[in-house]
Each structure stands twice: as C-alpha cells, then as structure tokens.
C-alpha cells in the first residue's frame, strides 16, 4: 500500500506542472468591428457590411468563424468566409465582406439589422470584443404615436383603464439625439397624449409637467425623457406609458427691495437727462419749482428748524439733570 500509494503520488507531482503549463498557456484575443456601406437605404435595397477581424494576441488563431447571431428587417443574409471560417495570425488583421437585403419588416420601423459572434477553434481570451453588430437605416414611413401620463407613486406603477392621467403635461417629439423636432402634443384631462405624423424609428419623448407634477421617465423613472420607437402599422392604440407623481409647489421668493443709491453713486455733470418716462426718484435735473411751491418749502423748513432747536434744548436739559 506504501508503495502504491507513494506511486500515486510521483505521477500527480510529475502532472502538476503540466496541467499549469496547460491553464497558463495564452490564447487568442479576437477583436471585430463592422460598418455598412451606405447610411441609409431603401426597401428591398441590398446592403454591404465590411467586417474587420484583429487577433490582438501573441498566438494565432485557428479557424476563427460565424458562431452565431441575430437580425431584424434583413433577408438573404450571406456570411461568406465568415461561414466557412479563416485562420489570422498572431497580431494579423483580415477584412472580410458580408451581403443582405432590407425587407419590408426594415421599412415599418425605420432600420434593420444583423448581428453576430466570431470565435476561433482555440479558445478566446476576450469574449467582451468578439461580437458585433450594424444598424441599416431605412426611412421613408411615417405613422402616429400615443399614450398616457398617468399618476403613480413610483417609475414601476402600472396603467390600467381606470387609472386618473395626468392632464396639461407638454410632450415633445425629437430625434433620439434631440436636434430635430418632430411635433409636440399637450395630455388632455385622462392623460392621453397623440403625436402626429412621425418618422419610423427611433424617437425621443421628452415630458414637462405643470406645477405639483413630478414625470418619473426612463429606465427607472429618474427623468423627464424617454426613447420610444415609432413603427408604422395599422394600429392606433396608445404604446407609451409613464407615470408622474404629486409634488409640494415651491412658493415663489420674494424678490429683494431696491437698495438705496449711495451719494458717491449720482451722476456727474456729464450724464444725459433721464427721459420723461425715468422714475420719479432717480437723480437727475427737475422741473423749476413755482412761487406758491416755494413759500411752502420754505414754511416747511422754518417749522423742522425749529423743532431741532427745540430737541436738542430738551436733551441738553435731561443731560445737565442727570449729572445732578
């Protein structure tokens, strides 16, 4: 048992360093990026995407191929060497073309695509760079899109016939980059928004609500934006919907008093005359005072002299009392 179990022991001292050998030894890395031909297209158009392979490791990659993907709006998809598969050398790059056609799918929602995955027989050091995908713009339908701001405590609540809208809150159509405008429509008094006329594909939805309203839009209801998509079919019913919560109403501020112009502040000698329209406490030239205006300025002026003097008597007085 001693001896046999001493044997046991020998080989898997003698494996060891060839298993490591195995788990360390490098594989190849490879890299795949892809662009069509045209940025747009017609129904039926056929398409041409150029798709660039790097092995961007130190070992060559064996029999690199097509292991699978997914697509939309495309018919008769042609891989070509893609299919049958290459071998790219340690740090080689290969440019590789595939073909298709738009369908009528493409057309109904503005774009199709075609995405896919290559792997080599070897193994792959980076699965994260080795899949791939292209967009193909087809424009040219148009179709209507609408839905509901309802309210709802959270971004998850959901919509149901009976639920009360959210009315007067503004939604504005844009292209998913925000630089074109496409329409805007206000909710009416059940939440029902409709936006007329809007291309197929990808559009931007952006939600301003009246005061005591918070729209809670997106992933998970932390914005006023959303993306929707735009599909032109014989449906009328409303596909978006988002919810908006009650909200306190902040008070206006109060805006601060004028402050009181500093004597270092009037104008010079030099400055225009104000307009006749200027307000009546501005600094500036007036009008000549009259001779009745002028008797009174002056009654005006005796009676506060002679009410100083009589106050500064009176506190002379008190002072001289008090040191009493």
Known sequence: M?????????????????????????????AVTSAADKA?????????????????????AKHVHYTGGDSEGVDDVAYGELS?????????????????????????VGRGYVAFELRADNGEANAADNITSVRLLVPGAF????????????????????????PGVKVVATTADGKTRYAEAITDAKGLFRLAHLPAGDVLLT?????????????????DHTLAQVSADDSDEPRIFVPAKKVPVSSPSASPSPSSPSPSSSPS????????????????PGLP????????????????????IALVLVARRRRVRLQA
């Open 289 to 308: 005072v009259t001779g009745d205006k002028t008797m009174l300025l002056v009654g005006a002026a005796a009676v506060a002299l002679a009410v100083g």
């Open 84 to 108: 049958s598969g290459f071998d790219l050398a340690a740090g080689a790059t290969k440019t590789v073309k595939l073909t298709g056609k738009t369908n009528r799918v493409a057309w109904q």
């Open 143 to 166: 179709d209507d899109l609408g839905g509901y701001v309802f309210q709802g405590e959270s971004y998850d609540a959901e919509w149901t016939p009976q639920t009360a809208g959210v």
């Open 40 to 60: 747009s297209y017609a129904e039926g158009e056929t398409f041409t995407i150029t798709v660039t392979v790097e092995n961007k490791s130190s070992v060559d």
């Open 269 to 284: 000698s030099s400055s225009p005359p104000l307009s006749p329209s200027s307000s009546p406490t501005s600094a500036g």
């Open 207 to 223: 939600f301003t609500a009246p005061a005591g309203w918070k729209v809670m839009a997106g992933e998970n209801g932390e914005y």
């Open 2 to 30: 001693r001896k046999l179990a001493a044997a046991l022991v020998g080989v898997l001292v003698a494996a060891l360093p060839a298993t490591a050998a195995l788990a360390a030894a490098p594989k190849p890395d490879i």
